[in-house]
């Protein structure tokens, strides 16, 4: 079976209803990057930072996932899929996708501020100040802040070194260190780009679905199955 890694970013997740951060009233217009996405913010504002992070799971629990987080779920019936997203939302889970390896960290899940290999699932939508692990250190969200190191970044460069087909959806190329998976593709395999803005710098290696996500996995799932 032949293996099939997929990077996803945050135009996977925006035909879901999902906020962007980049776009025109996207989240960071509304809420500063140091403020809540740098160890910065959390240490001199811990409230504020757990408030944002609350405000994001209400609304990942009102959206579903799409018909491009179906389409590549149903993939596994054909092909050994791995997702590697930069998304922190559960979508690609919810929809039915079994191997999916989080660059950025898990909107649904905290860890220790004392030690970062303590995790644990988030049972409601709300972690608040006094939230302890089991060594009494408060509970931060499971989020990989700017400054921060991306721990799950070995790992996703093993799986996409043993890529038959890579498949990058919804994301710039232009965000690192993800965007650098691209030189651990082997150079026989095909390499595909969903995206309805694509760079125009691109290698001409690099086939392009200029379409949205949900129109473009359709399309995707259309030419590797023939």
Request: hydrophobic share 40%; aromatic share 8%; proline share 5%.
């Amino acid at each position: 079976m032949k293996k099939l890694v997929i990077l996803t970013g945050a135009g996977m997740s925006a035909e879901s209803g999902i906020s962007t951060f980049r776009d025109t009233g996207g989240l960071w217009e509304k809420y500063p990057i140091e403020e809540v996405a740098t160890p910065e913010g959390w240490a001199k504002n811990p409230a504020l930072v757990l408030d944002f992070y609350n405000q994001r799971r209400e609304q990942l629990l009102e959206v579903e996932p799409n018909s491009g987080h179906f389409g590549l779920a149903e993939l596994e019936k054909h092909f050994d899929v791995h997702i590697v997203t930069q998304n922190v939302d559960n979508l690609h889970e919810r929809a039915g996708s079994t191997k999916v390896l989080h660059l950025q960290g898990e909107l649904m899940k905290s860890r220790s501020s004392f030690d970062e290999n303590l995790i644990d699932d988030i049972n409601d939508t709300e972690l608040k100040i006094g939230d302890k692990c089991q060594l009494g250190s408060q509970l931060r969200p499971h989020i990989v802040w700017f400054g921060e190191s991306v721990p799950m970044m070995e790992p996703a460069v093993k799986i996409t070194s043993l890529a038959d087909i890579f498949c990058v959806i919804g994301t710039s190329l232009v965000v690192y260190p993800a965007a650098s998976l691209l030189y651990y593709v082997p150079h026989n395999a095909k390499i595909f780009l969903i995206d309805p803005n694509p760079p125009n710098n691109l290698s001409n290696d690099i086939l392009v679905i200029k379409n949205s996500a949900t129109l473009g996995v359709a399309e995707f799932v259309n030419l590797i199955r023939k």
